[in-house]
T-cell receptor, first 114, second 118 residues
Framework: AQSVTQLGSHVSVSEGALVLLRCNYS??????LFWYVQYPNQGLQLLLK??????LVKGINGFEAEFKKSETSFHLTKPSAHMSDAAEYFC????????????FGTGTQLKVEL | DAGVIQSPRHEVTEMGQEVTLRCKPI?????LFWYRQTMMRGLELLIY????????DSGMPEDRFSAKMPNASFSTLKIQPSEPRDSAVYFC????????????????FGPGTRLTVT
């Protein structure tokens, strides 16, 4: 079955440090790729997406992600963490032949410490 | 646009009662999705509709759950009878495959309904 793997259910960084959240998908055909963020007691909102073209995608709040076909990865990064980045982050994939469904990873809870 | 609207935001009910959750998608969107989120199981897709027609309901946990979309601007998810294990946050999301003139699978989520069954 096609899946999305997010390594690390909890990640903790210091304020100002690099944020790296990992996402791997399981397909040889490049899919559509998404990162969503969920703040406490809110719905999911889109951070960024990859469809085609440039493999480095920039999103909101200073986040970016790079699509690497050879590694089947779409890791999310931010150069300098801010306290307001504390949230849960979900990687999602639309696989070819999957209709309009998105397959979500299990999420990574990001904690930002002073 | 006001975004995806869900009601109620919170629902507390007793085991055995019927629960109805409501969703209004973004105007013009032709896909509507119902998800359930729990600590144990994460985010699960329950069912989705295209042009008001159910396309995939393989995620609906059991016959106690049913969903309808009588028109393009309204959908319901009903649980009858409810059980404590149904306690979760239920999200509705909508999308339009050609929203930006090219294929787009982005889903827009509502704020969710937090259901507690005692």
């Amino acid at each position: 079955a096609q899946s999305v793997t997010q390594l690390g259910s909890h990640v903790s960084v210091s304020e100002g440090a690099l944020v790296l959240l990992r996402c791997n998908y399981s397909s040889s055909v490049p899919p559509y790729l998404f990162w969503y963020v969920q703040y406490p007691n809110q719905g999911l909102q889109l951070l960024l997406k990859y469809t085609t073209g440039a493999t480095l995608v920039k999103g909101i709040n200073g986040f970016e992600a790079e699509f690497k076909k050879s590694e089947t990865s779409f890791h999310l990064t931010k150069p300098s963490a801010h306290m307001s980045d504390a949230a849960e982050y979900f990687c999602a994939v639309r696989y070819t032949g999957g209709g309009n469904k998105l397959t979500f990873g299990t999420g990574t809870q990001l904690k930002v410490e002073l | 646009d006001a975004g995806v609207i869900q009601s109620p935001r919170h629902e507390v009910t007793e085991m055995g009662q019927e629960v109805t959750l409501r969703c209004k998608p973004i105007s013009g969107h032709d896909y509507l999705f119902w998800y359930r989120q729990t600590m144990m199981r994460g985010l699960e897709l329950l069912i989705y509709f295209n042009n008001n027609v159910p396309i995939d309901d393989s995620g609906m946990p059991e016959d106690r759950f049913s969903a309808k979309m009588p028109n393009a601007s309204f959908s319901t998810l009903k649980i009858q009878p409810s059980e404590p294990r149904d306690s979760a946050v239920y999200f509705c999301a909508s999308s339009s495959i050609y929203e930006t003139g090219e294929r787009n699978y982005e889903q827009y989520f509502g704020p969710g309904t937090r259901l507690t069954v005692t």
